[in-house]
């Protein structure tokens, strides 16, 4: 999941003097970007087969007589967020993000499985990580029992309200000085957590479908914005389901922390953590001191990783 390749400039650019900045906002193929300086422009991208996300650092031409500007090169990704498509190909989400903050509630009901694999994304590509649970206010909902399994391998997890303001103070102290991506399930409240983190940027806020129980989709594309505290915030649209897309099957395992602290302890060093013999991941579920649901988790992030390998290109 990590990626430093560029898209250079082509032989024509050579020469050009270009301004240099990165994209805060991407809708395809039209784009806002931003100079070092703060000035921003609306762009679009002006070479074939150039593909941009929000967060990536560019360069482009001098604006036309509409004000826009054409971006034309792409500069080396520190690591970039992806899944798979519906035909199994890599797509990008963003690019140079150092935290993922995966939002949940409880309505809808949180889907664990689905936090483990954004947790284990972050893991892939060396971004710290904490799960926040929107929605504290709502009397009679009681903290999903998930937060307990995060918390007990080494995630920070908080309980937040966008309505009320609860636990906004702590989210914003370990949003500050870090590029954090909002992630997580539609209709959790992630606009609403925006919204309130980022006063007077006005987005609508997700609501919950009574016919279906699941969220309506509001956010369209990933944005970038500054934080009064410090730190920037990318918000993402809500989805129903992800999976982080991986290079190769064995590295599922990977993220899942627990799962890697006990592999050091398994008879064969290639342990795939399934049938082998002398696993100590196994005898950790088995001791309980690894959680069941967790360790299904990987099992299903490892045989969707397989079976997407499987697939004709």
């Known amino acids: 999941m990590h990626s430093r390749n560029s898209n250079r400039a082509s032989p024509a650019d050579a020469g050009e003097p270009l301004a240099e900045g990165r994209v805060i906002a991407s809708y395809g193929q039209r784009l806002q970007v931003e100079e070092d300086g703060g000035r921003q422009y609306p762009a679009y991208v002006g070479r074939r087969g150039l593909r941009l996300v929000c967060g990536d650092r560019v360069r482009w031409h001098e604006a036309d ?52 694999r954004y947790l284990a994304a972050a893991e892939s590509i060396g971004a710290a990580a904490l799960v926040a649970c929107n929605k504290a206010d709502l009397p009679g909902h009681p903290p999903p029992a998930c937060l307990e399994e995060f918390a007990a391998v080494g995630y920070r997890t908080l309980r937040v309200s966008a309505h009320t303001t609860t636990g906004l103070d702590a989210l914003a102290a370990q949003l500050g000085g870090h590029r954090s991506l909002l992630v997580g399930q539609s209709g959790v409240g992630k606009s609403s957590l925006l919204n309130a983190l980022v006063p007077g940027i006005g987005l609508a806020t997700a609501q919950i479908s009574t016919a279906t129980g699941e969220g309506r989709h509001r956010t369209t594309a990933t944005t970038l914005y500054r934080l009064p505290q410090g730190g920037e915030l990318l ?20 993220g899942f922390r627990e799962i890697v602290a006990a592999a050091d302890h398994c008879r064969f060093g290639n342990c795939r953590h399934m049938r082998e013999p002398g696993c100590a991941v196994k005898a950790g579920v088995d001791a309980g001191t690894i959680s069941a649901r967790r360790y299904e988790s990987y099992r299903r992030l490892l045989k969707l990783t397989e079976d997407l390998q499987r697939r004709p290109s």
Do not use: K, W
């Open 235 to 254: 918000d993402s649209p809500g989805v129903r389901d992800f999976a982080p897309a991986l290079s190769d099957p064995r590295l599922a395992a990977t």
């Open 65 to 116: 007589e509409t004000g826009a500007v054409a971006v034309v090169e792409r500069l080396d990704r520190h690591n970039e967020l992806t899944r798979p498509d519906s035909r199994g190909r890599v797509e990008v989400l963003a690019a140079n993000i150092d935290q993922l903050v995966v939002v949940c509630a409880p309505e809808p009901a949180p889907d664990p499985f689905i936090i483990d």
